[in-house]
Antibody
Framework: EVQLVESGGGLVQPGGSLRLSCAAS????????MHWVRQATGKGLEWVSVIGTAGDTYYPGSVKGRFTISRENAKNSLYLQMNSLRAEDTAVYYC???????????????????WGQGTLVTVSS | QSALTQPASVSGSPGQSITISCTGT?????????VSWYQQHPGKAPKLMIYDVSNRPSGVSNRFSGSKSGNTASLTISGLQAEDEADYYC??????????FGGGTKLTVL
């Protein structure tokens, strides 16, 4: 059974840092692109970052330069290092396993087939 | 890059059918057959309901179906049940390669 379990969320002051983790099990972790997606309370889903099977990474402009996605295949783990946090980064953060279109570049999304339960990050003084 | 456009809310009575639309452009929805739909109950993670426009993952009820015409994809739920009340999001492959979601649609079962 595929499982994704996030951890590391919490309350942090503006300008602070936080590191999220996602423990994966039930599948060959190294064979899949992995994403972080966030959702502010009462809002829609927002893509945050992706790391491909070869380690290439992509970010939207809203987090580029502040967030760093990484993976440790030996530990079946995905991470999100978040620096210079802002109030607008407050959200539930989900890790998600992605299926890529055939012959497509790393990080391109066909669909998300499994999601974790999410971890809440609150940025507030 | 703008999100895909979904109606904010739809509603229907038990047993009826409803359709949720997802409108994009020729650079995303209209250009590729990689539209997916997700169901999200309050406080829960999203769940994949439809992928590649019209395919259902194993375990998803056949009351859920997907289609596409031009730049608009649609999710249809037939035989509406109380448990279908949730938020629904569409997503599409894009020519820019970055994932894109719709704004979400709240389904109310009357």
């Amino acid at each position: 059974e595929v499982q994704l379990v996030e951890s590391g969320g919490g309350l942090v002051q503006p300008g602070g840092s936080l590191r999220l983790s996602c423990a994966a099990s039930g599948f060959t972790f190294s064979s899949y692109d992995m994403h972080w997606v966030r959702q502010a309370t009462g809002k829609g889903l927002e893509w945050v970052s992706v790391i491909g099977t070869a380690g290439d990474t992509y970010y939207p402009g809203s987090v580029k330069g502040r967030f760093t996605i990484s993976r440790e295949n030996a530990k079946n783990s995905l991470y999100l290092q978040m620096n210079s946090l802002r109030a607008e980064d407050t959200a539930v953060y989900y890790c998600a396993r992605a299926v890529r279109p055939p012959m497509a570049a790393a990080g391109t999304l066909r669909y998300f087939d499994y999601w974790g339960q999410g971890t809440l990050v609150t940025v507030s003084s | 890059q703008s999100a895909l456009t979904q109606p904010a809310s739809v509603s229907g009575s038990p047993g009826q059918s409803i359709t949720i639309s997802c409108t994009g452009t020729s650079s995303d929805v209209g250009g590729y057959n990689y539209v997916s739909w997700y169901q999200q109950h309050p406080g829960k993670a999203p769940k994949l309901m439809i992928y590649d426009v019209s395919n259902r993952p194993s375990g998803v009820s056949n009351r859920f179906s997907g289609s596409k015409s031009g730049n608009t994809a649609s999710l249809t739920i037939s035989g509406l049940q109380a448990e279908d009340e949730a938020d629904y999001y569409c997503s599409s492959y894009t020519s820019s390669s970055t994932p894109m979601f719709g704004g979400g649609t709240k389904l109310t079962v009357l």
